[in-house]
């Protein structure tokens, strides 16, 4: 292996040189205390920039094991990592030259803390560094040019003197603050560990008290600052945990069941359902949702017009329309309002009731991963619930302690939890009240409303819905519990809306049948998903958060509002070319073949979706994954057998 002498001095005789002579700089480096990669060199100033990696190993970085201990730690670590050498390349590097010369950064991110193939833990062979930690760090570089010739002193100076200062502010734990690290690992380990309490303790999601969830704006994602009211949660919905890092913890458990959250317009309603809908995942200490979290199957769901629909069963929904067109394999190019929301929640509940194998439960991706700070001995969690929110009369105190293990056994269905907004669902799709119903006789209607299939979805299914409804009382005949939104507070006005449900009668009939009916699995045909355009084998591109080009389609994500990361569209990309070439046999259904590539990433990361170490990959669920291969406009499929 070449030295960093070695690589400086072939920098400056590459100076003036056509910009492609970089290519000859591609290799490793000896920097005495870390490992330069290049990895690939870009070809032009004005094309994506070159991809580097540095290796610190652990005698260096010298990062705590108590870190990184468990996958949860090791996770938010990571992510404390990229954003601590983003911000020293920020302050470091300088435009030098055209193009995209004297760029060093990593892949973007926001307030979420995802696992990225950004930053990696090295843990130690040596016996002596044992209990210490190195880092791999993948970013990009633009390396330097005039016109399209080679800058060769900038370029010396920026991969020999301003990498090296980068590394040592960034990735060693002796520069960083380390009580700002330990409350970033912290943070989203108590957040794992909250979302890991929800389902034995009968709640699809926790706000915590204190919690600030409304935003700047619509395209700023920051906390508001000014005149933001701090949650606090109904006495009656409100319970108590007992975080491994942080102690007692309060706030409003939602249960199991149908929730609405009421209230008048701009008092809050959207605003809680879009934390609920963004506690999938784990947020940055200061974000304001840090704890905030919601069953890692939750599903925003919402209408979609326009968007295909590739042999879907939407009977439970939709049937007898005019022409005598099939809802038992619905197909369009052209959705309307009502027929994509039952397009979305079918495909939802189809790739949701997910069998999980031993091991953690995860907050988003298969993992939890909270352990006791004793290595070997068991994790057990007290949790005081104060009111009989779940069962029982409503606002009764009662109290008790429930010793679980965590590190336990996960098996059993992640059932879906459907989030749904009225201001985004079709209103024809949600309601049809009594006067409707008198007008235009069921036979001659071919939809049957959501809110005559919601009690059905729970009762046979086990999933749960939560809804923000301002606009029709009809709900409250079907609500388990009713949380009103004032000024952004909070109220539980369950017994009110019942009350009210029984002096009112709506007198409207119901036509939701018996039951909510069966769910069909679709078997996807491997022709019809084709990554290749011209030449290229595999094609693809990411736009943003909402839009992936694949192969010669473009892919709109737009209404897919749980995707908060290009990092997730391009490893979403990348795991549907995996797919198709892995497991994708015209036998096995989507679901299946799901359940394949994210086993594979579980074990193996998300390195295996590519044959080159890509730096800017950020974990998705299989909810996203699924609604990007529903969303292509070529996907063809037919029915399970099964």
């Not at 670590?77 to 760029?103: E, H, M, N, P, V």
């Not at 989203?188 to 890991?196: I, P, Y």
């Amino acid at each position: 292996m070449t030295n960093k002498e070695n690589l400086r001095q072939h920098l400056l005789q590459l100076d003036n040189r056509s910009y492609k002579a970089y290519k000859d700089i591609q290799g490793s480096y000896d920097f005495s205390e870390f490992t330069l990669i290049i990895d690939y060199v870009q070809g032009d100033p004005f094309a994506s920039p070159s991809k580097f990696r540095v290796k610190v190993p652990p005698n260096i970085a010298r990062i705590p094991r108590e870190l990184f201990q468990s996958r949860s730690r090791e996770i938010a670590l990571r992510d404390y990592l990229t954003r601590q050498f983003d911000k020293a390349a920020y302050s470091t590097s300088s435009r030098r030259g055209s193009g995209k010369s004297g760029t060093i950064a990593v892949s973007r991110f926001g307030k979420e803390v995802l696992e990225r193939t950004s930053a990696f833990i090295l843990d130690s062979t040596a016996s002596e560094f044992g209990d210490l930690g190195g880092v791999e760090i993948r970013f990009s570089v633009g390396l330097p040019a005039g016109g399209r010739s080679i800058l060769g002193r900038q370029a010396a100076q920026m991969l020999c003197e301003d990498i090296p200062q980068i590394v040592s502010q960034a990735l060693k734990y002796s520069s960083l603050n380390a009580a700002e690290c330990r409350r970033h690992v912290e943070t989203v380990e108590d957040a794992d560990w909250l979302r890991q309490q929800l389902a034995e303790n009968g709640l699809v999601a926790f706000v915590a008290d204190g919690s600030i969830l409304p935003r700047r704006s619509g395209v700023d994602n920051r906390s508001l600052l000014n005149d933001a009211v701090a949650f606090v949660s109904p006495p009656s919905l409100k319970v108590e945990f007992n975080c491994p890092n942080r102690g007692l913890i309060s706030g409003m458990g939602i249960p199991a069941g149908i929730t609405l959250i009421v209230g008048g317009g701009y008092h809050g309603k959207s605003t809680l359902l879009r934390a609920i809908e963004l506690g999938v995942y784990n947020h940055i200490p200061g974000d304001g949702r840090e704890f905030v979290v919601t069953s890692p199957a939750a599903v925003k769901i919402r209408a979609e017009d326009g968007r295909s629909v590739a042999s879907v069963d939407i009977s439970p929904f939709i049937n007898h329309l005019p022409q005598g067109r099939d809802t038992v394999q619905f197909s369009t190019a052209n959705a309307s309002g009502s027929t994509s929301q039952a397009a979305n929640i079918i495909e939802a509940l189809e790739v949701g009731r997910r069998k999980f194998g031993n091991g953690f439960c995860s907050g988003f991706n298969g993992f939890n991963g909270w352990i006791s700070s004793e290595e070997g001995s068991s994790a057990t969690s007290n949790v005081r619930d104060l009111t009989d929110g779940f069962s029982g009369k409503r606002g009764e105190s009662r109290s008790f302690v429930m010793e679980s293990q965590l590190v336990a056994d996960c098996e059993g269905d992640l059932v879906p939890v459907l989030l749904v907004d009225e201001d985004t669902a079709a209103t024809n799709f949600m309601i049809r009240d009594r006067r409707m119903q008198a007008l235009i006789a069921k036979d001659k209607e071919p939809i049957t409303p959501f809110v005559d299939k919601v009690k059905q979805l729970y009762a046979d299914y086990g999933v749960s819905t939560i809804l923000v409804m301002g606009g029709s009382g009809d709900y409250f005949d079907v609500a388990d519990t009713v949380i009103s939104m004032d000024s952004f507070e909070a109220y539980d006005v369950t017994e009110k809306a019942k009350e009210i449900a029984n002096n009112y009668s709506t007198s409207r009939a119901a036509e939701g049948g018996e039951s909510f009916g069966e769910i069909t699995q679709r078997v996807p045909v491997p022709a019809s998903l084709d990554p290749s355009r011209g030449r290229r084998d595999v094609r693809v591109k990411v736009r943003d958060v909402d839009e992936l080009a694949f192969g010669s389609e473009e892919i709109d994500l737009g209404a897919v509002e749980q995707i908060v990361d290009r990092g997730q569209l391009r490893a979403i990309a990348s795991a549907m070319v995996y797919a198709k070439g892995q497991y994708m046999d015209g036998k096995r259904t989507l679901s299946e073949i799901i359940d394949l590539v994210m086993a594979d990433i579980d074990a193996e990361g998300m390195d295996i979706l590519s044959s080159f170490p890509e730096g800017d990959f950020a974990m998705f669920r299989r909810f996203e994954l699924a609604a990007a291969i529903n969303r292509l406009r070529s996907l063809s499929v037919v029915r399970s057998a099964d």
